[in-house]
């Protein structure tokens, strides 16, 4: 069965065989379904051009070649046209008389195709008609064996929408399950010393890693970090801290040889005076010397001063057996040394360095379980105070030695 259409002319004139052209193969352009994917050079069918198409989407794209800026120079003198070319003055008209074209006969835009002159195949023109192309529940192409262009069109379209197979083009974050990879490991495996080539998991190492650092720490002491450096237990530290300020009674009632100098004339009402030199509970210190300041010019005046160091507090139990200017009597309870030195005079007070009474340093430990110390001053010389309730504050000099 054949189609045919008239020309211009009223003739019938035969195009092609309906049934050539439904069978796979018959228009050769399109090609069959078996046609080999097309690798980039030579001729090649609809089909085939596809095939390479997906065969390239499904794998690397590489891009290669010499890229060249999108617009490129071009010089008009490069290019000579004829005189008067490209215009409308030299082109003949197809329907003029004479010329090198009066011979050809324009074709109408419009051509007449006669009902009764074409004949077409039953089942022409509807879905899965065409065999190369195929029909339009055709399985999508897999990458192998024949294919219509519908399928691998299909095929195509699942490619580009599916997703990244798993394997090494893997993209994003992978999650393991506790204990799913061998070399890693589970949580629960226990630490391993191992050194020669026993197989232990990831897991063990790094809990031996664990376990090494936190017992190196262990043995190296206690780290401390201050705001410049970081302390480590057995390295020395100097101190100087203040006691609480002594502020003596609202009198000037002098004082005799080796009167305590207190902030009330009431034994059992007497204040404690205490400093924090230790910054760790229990840790020795070596005490060097008190820096003694008075706003009292009367003691400043070249008296000299002994101060009591303790590390309990000294009024606890009754342990002041004297109040201010009396006879200095006191409990040995947490006693750990004396102090003395003599007052140096200036227009507002006065200042005293006291050392130890024997040795050049005392070493003790502050109060137990803390980091407290507690003084009591005597005077040794007599005085009478220059004013009501004068002050005394000592600033306790040293060093700490970690344990």
């Known amino acids: 069965m054949t189609l045919t259409v008239k020309d211009a002319s009223g003739a019938n004139q035969t195009v092609q065989t309906i049934d050539d052209l439904a069978a796979d193969g018959g228009q050769a352009t399109i090609g069959t379904t078996t046609d080999d994917a097309y690798a980039g050079s030579g001729g090649s069918t609809l089909v085939a051009a596809l095939k390479g198409i997906f065969s390239k989407l499904s794998g690397s794209l590489a891009v290669t070649g010499t890229f060249w800026q999108d617009t490129q120079p071009i010089s008009a003198s490069d290019l000579p046209l004829p005189a008067g070319a490209a215009t409308a003055a030299n082109q003949p008209a197809i329907n003029g008389d004479g010329g090198a074209l009066a011979h050809v006969t324009n074709l109408p835009a419009t051509q007449a195709v006669s009902a009764a002159a074409s004949s077409v195949a039953a089942g022409a023109a509807v879905d899965g008609w065409d ?11 897999a990458g192998s064996g024949a294919a219509s262009v519908v399928a691998v069109l299909k095929g195509l379209y699942a490619a580009l929408v599916a997703p990244t197979p798993a394997g090494s083009n893997v993209i994003g974050g992978v999650t393991i399950a506790d204990g799913g990879h061998t070399t890693f490991g589970a949580k629960a495996d226990a630490k391993s010393t191992a050194t020669d080539t026993t ?49 003596r009674p609202a009198n000037v009632t002098a004082y005799s040889a080796n009167d305590s100098i207190s902030d009330n004339a009431t ?29 009292d010019t009367g003691l400043a005046a070249g008296v000299q001063i002994r101060a009591f160091l303790y ?24 006693f750990i040394g004396t102090m003395v030195g003599t007052f140096l005079p200036f227009s507002d007070g006065g200042k005293a360095r006291l050392v130890p009474s024997e040795g050049n340093f005392i070493i003790a430990k502050p109060s137990s379980g803390g980091a407290s110390l507690w003084v009591q001053y005597q005077t040794l010389g007599a005085f009478t ?9 000592g600033t306790l000099n040293g060093e700490q030695r970690r344990v």
């Open 267 to 295: 034994a059992g009402s007497v204040s404690a005076l205490s400093a924090t030199p230790s910054d760790t509970n229990d840790d020795p210190l070596l005490i060097t010397s008190l820096i003694v300041d008075t706003t």
């Open 131 to 141: 065999l190369t192309q195929g029909a339009k529940a055709d399985s999508a192409y």
């Open 199 to 247: 197989a232990v998991s990831a897991i063990s190492i790094w809990k031996q890693i664990s376990a090494s650092v936190q017992a190196l720490v262990t043995n190296l002491g206690t780290l401390t970090f201050s705001a410049t450096r970081l302390l480590v237990r057995g390295e020395p530290r100097a101190f100087s801290v203040a006691f609480t300020t002594l502020t």
């Open 385 to 393: 105070p220059s004013a009501n309730s004068t002050t005394l504050i």
């Open 311 to 334: 590390n309990s507090d000294p009024t606890a139990n009754s342990g002041v057996g004297a109040g201010d200017n009396a006879a200095f009597s006191n409990k040995k309870a947490g």
